[in-house]
């Protein structure tokens, strides 16, 4: 390992982005089937043979399209609920969901995009199976756009809503298998423009920016795979490389920093470096998939009729970027750059906001319960913790209206996770949580002064003894008198 800091001004490093967010909706971009991923088995399997039609793939690379799809043979689960006519290509789109084209439309105003007055649906042709039409449909809804970094702007390039491939279950002897209950779900893809005088490890944070920009619409989905990147890198005296499928926003800077390695290294050997496709690995090294295609040809989907937008951009609400609530958590509510981070990665960033304002309770104490809390629970019992909003403002209702003290907090939220029906003043009986009067506090003093005489221990044991059941300040004046 050599640790040599390299100069990415000098050497010229040029990367582009290419962000997909899968939106957090009901029903697919071109039908009515649920987006939920849900179902364990699929009902039965559909085998394909695709063929490229020649009126649409023109003269482009088709010898090496043709080849590719010669003989292959590709196979569809197709689960019940979550599949329908239209993942199977037997019937025509309908018409766009427009719940997705909103959410696409927000996130296009937040990046300061220019908005067509008409949408159309074109048609992109895919040759690896992943779409059992032969084409994935995508629609721009922006371009032009920029957002400040560093006092930079950003450019992007473009945003486009599209509908989800399909997965891949498997492969086996050249045979793919794919699920087809991603296909159709809605995707965003956000493309910034070329990326120039940034180092990797500012690439990345521009990635994470354009992900938490794209969160202020509360629509984008968290899960592993539900977010991928594809990026572009090239040096001087390099060339242009795809490298496709990064998984993880953490995992960009080192692709980055590994493929400015490769291509130094063949620059330094006197190879040429090739424009090519390559695939990324978990390990942030890539490995060589195809020679780059040329660019892509859009075809229009005639099977849907244009949405005119004017009307949907009349009532479009703009939502607050993240950015600025994570000024206004700063500045407002005094939290430390710490607490909001780890806000920022619970799924809890907005409910802190409606509970600090709903229920009066402290921010810090808020922010505290709703990172580190919850974190321990579901480290401690290894359960996931998934307790609605409307259940976490029973909480702070209750903490507020001092039906229990925040020394209970962790196993009242645990209870509360483990049994959601239950209402908190059932789970604070079960606990046996109730709030302790004066006299039964008093009680326990006097009852533990008799047998421990020493002061410090005595304060320990009282307060471990009423821990949850009463407000530690008064306990503690209760013991000085
Ligand atoms: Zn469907």
């Known amino acids: 390992m050599r640790e040599v800091k390299v ?254 390695e490769r291509q130094t290294k063949l620059i330094e050997e006197g190879k040429s470096v090739e424009k090519e496709t390559r695939a990324a690995k978990e390990d942030g090294s890539t490995e060589y998939m195809r020679p780059l295609p040329g660019a892509e040809r859009m075809y229009p989907e005639t099977d849907i009729k244009p949405v005119f937008v004017r009307e949907i951009l009349k009532n479009l609400k703009i939502p607050e970027p993240i950015p600025a609530i994570v000024e206004r958590y700063e500045k407002d509510y005094k939290l430390s750059k710490e607490l909001i981070n780890s806000l920022l990665k619970s799924k809890y960033f907005f409910t802190f906001d409606r509970i600090v304002k709903s229920s009066g309770v402290d921010p810090k104490v808020v922010a505290n319960v709703l990172t580190a809390t919850i974190k321990e629970i579901e480290r401690k019992e290894k359960v996931e913790f998934d307790l609605d909003d409307k259940k976490i403002e029973e909480f702070f209702d209750g903490l507020k209206n001092k039906k229990f003290f925040k020394e209970a907090a962790y196993d009242v939220l645990k209870e509360m996770n483990k049994n959601k029906e239950a209402s908190l003043e059932e789970i604070l009986e079960n606990l046996n949580l109730k709030p302790l009067s004066e006299e039964e506090i008093k009680k326990i003093i006097e009852e533990e002064k008799k047998n421990v005489k020493d002061r410090s221990k005595l304060v320990g044991i009282v307060l471990s003894k009423v821990r949850g059941r009463a407000d530690v300040q008064k306990v503690l004046e209760m013991l000085k008198e």
């Open 7 to 260: 100069d990415y001004k000098k050497i010229g490093l040029k990367v582009g982005l290419e962000i997909h967010f899968q939106l957090d909706v009901e029903k697919k971009l071109f039908c009515d089937c649920s987006t939920k991923m849900e179902e364990k088995n699929h009902k039965f399997v559909v085998v394909r043979k695709l063929y490229p039609t020649f009126s649409e793939l023109g003269e482009l690379d088709l010898a090496a399209r043709y080849e590719y799809l010669r003989d292959r043979v590709f196979f569809y689960y197709f689960f019940e609920k979550e599949c329908c006519l239209v993942e199977l290509d037997e019937e025509p789109p309908h018409d766009v969901n427009l719940e997705a084209l909103q959410i696409a439309l927000q996130i296009a105003k937040l990046f300061n995009c220019k908005i067509p007055d008409e949408i159309h649906v074109m048609r992109k042709i895919v040759i690896d199976g992943s779409n059992t039409s032969g084409f994935q449909r995508t629609m721009i809804v922006g371009f032009d756009g920029y957002f400040e970094y560093k006092n930079r702007k950003v450019p992007i390039a473009q945003i486009c809503l599209e509908e989800d491939a399909a997965a891949i279950e498997k492969e086996e002897n050249g045979k793919v298998y794919y699920r087809l209950n991603r296909l159709g779900i809605p995707l965003v893809e956000i493309s910034t423009g070329v990326l120039d005088g940034f180092d990797p490890k500012e690439i990345e944070e521009i990635a994470y920016q354009i992900f938490l920009i794209s969160s202020s619409t509360q629509k984008i989905r968290r899960m592993l795979g539900a977010i991928r990147q594809d990026i572009n890198v090239s040096i001087k005296n390099g060339a242009r490389v795809e490298i496709k499928g990064i998984q993880r926003l953490g995992l960009i800077s080192m692709v980055i920093e590994k493929e400015v």
